[in-house]
């Protein structure tokens, strides 16, 4: 277990390393910029850590909006059970969906199961965005669960 923590802790370091020395290259004019080589493992990391980034967005997500739910934006205030059940929902949909989810990671590959995962998020957050019932929240809720799902099964065999 040790191994795999220090592994992606070098996989991060690798990822700044990286980043720093994109960013301190000097560019006499902006078409520089496109000619210069950049390696494929930064945008294969960066896309990793913005998958990760989307998975703590997500599970952390209801702490805030709990806080806003009591505003005059519902036509019904939801009740406390209510808001326990929205922040739990991703938890729990992923539960499910990470062994609805693990044969189609080996059918479809990680890249595209990456993908898959992005357009859940966005299906979800987006369902979020313009609800204003409180079941459609469920629902917003549920889908970025499934996205959450997918990444959690994505990324851990990309770091393998």
Known sequence: RSHYFIQSNLRMLTLLANIVKLTSMRFEKIEDLATQPVNPALWISL???????????????????IADMDNDYFVKPPTVDQKMWFSAMPALVSLVS???????????????SLMLSAILYFTGYSVIAYSKDFILLFVGRAITGLGLGLTCLSLSVNID
């Not at 998958?51 to 952390?60: E, H, K, N, P, R």
């Not at 609805?100 to 990680?110: A, D, H």
Request: hydrophobic content about 50%; proline content about 0%.
């Open 47 to 65: 896309g990793a850590s913005v998958s990760g980034c989307l998975m703590g967005i997500t599970v952390a997500f209801s702490a805030s909006a």
């Open 98 to 112: 990470g062994l609805l989810f693990g044969r189609l990671v080996n059918l479809i590959g990680k890249k595209h």
